[in-house]
């Protein structure tokens, strides 16, 4: 069992309890949102929202300068951040493969 969690308005202001009652009942918890990693969750492959941002300053100047958005082509920034707490995962009696602790863009240790 596991409780998946994404990025989404309503669940943001509450994940710090559903992550707090996951792991009293041993249910490791995946977040898109890695501050919730930050608050007790197990993992999180998200999203990086600053990266993000920049994408959508750039194609917002370039209609501001009077470019069609029509013509403007799609950006993405296919980049998440993935980030493990070793804490939580140590408390659920978990492990993360070495493979997993390499690739993070960050792990939390306590």
């Given at each position: 069992?596991?409780?998946?969690?994404?990025?989404?308005?309503?669940?943001?202001?509450?994940?710090?309890?559903m992550i707090n009652v996951a792991n009293?009942?041993?249910?490791?918890?995946?977040?898109?949102?890695?501050s919730l990693v930050k608050k007790g969750a197990l993992?999180?492959?998200?999203?990086?929202?600053a990266e993000g941002?920049?994408?959508?300053?750039?194609?917002?100047?370039?209609?501001?300068?009077?470019?069609?958005p029509a013509g403007i082509p799609v950006s993405t920034f296919p980049q998440y951040k993935l980030v493990l707490n070793l804490k939580t995962a140590q408390e659920l009696n978990l492990d993360f493969t070495l493979e997993s602790v390499k690739t993070a863009s960050e792990i939390i240790k306590d």
């Open positions: 069992d596991v409780i998946v969690s994404t990025a989404d308005a309503k669940v943001s202001p509450y994940g710090e309890g009293e009942n041993n249910i490791p918890t995946y977040t898109s949102l890695t993992v999180s492959l998200g999203f990086d929202f941002a920049k994408v959508s300053v750039k194609q917002a100047i370039l209609i501001l300068k009077g470019n069609d």
